[in-house]
């Protein structure tokens, strides 16, 4: 399993960032995915997964604010943020079904800062 997470960054609060992770060595249409993140001094926190269906899931704080899509061409998951806070502030991994917690299954991670 390779996940390659990109999109990260440096935005204002209120401000809008897509992330992006590119995968591979797996069947990724057939693949639930995942998007968690851990914020400084934390531990890694679910955001959002999506089904091989195209089902989408969020954690209650993240709903209306974040939104998860795939492209299976592609063999890329999105994350797609907007009105993000500075509570937002992250490393944001992508993972494999929901196995976030196994870095085998997921990816090293996107810094994603939300500052004035």
């Known amino acids: 399993v390779q996940l390659v997470e990109s999109g990260g960054g440096l935005v204002q609060p209120g401000g809008s960032l897509r992330l992006s992770c590119a995968a591979s060595g797996f069947s990724f249409s057939s693949s639930a995915m995942s998007w968690a993140r851990q914020a400084p001094g934390k531990g890694l926190e679910w955001v959002s997964g999506i089904l091989s269906d195209g089902s989408t899931y969020y954690a209650d704080s993240m709903k209306g604010r974040f939104t998860i899509s795939r492209d299976n061409a592609k063999n890329t998951v999105y994350l797609q943020m907007i009105s993000l806070k500075p509570e937002d502030t992250a490393i944001y991994y992508c993972?494999?079904?929901?196995?976030?917690?196994?870095?085998?299954?997921r990816g090293q991670g996107t810094q994603v800062t939300v500052s004035s």
């Open positions: 993972a494999k079904d929901r196995r976030y917690r196994d870095p085998e299954y």
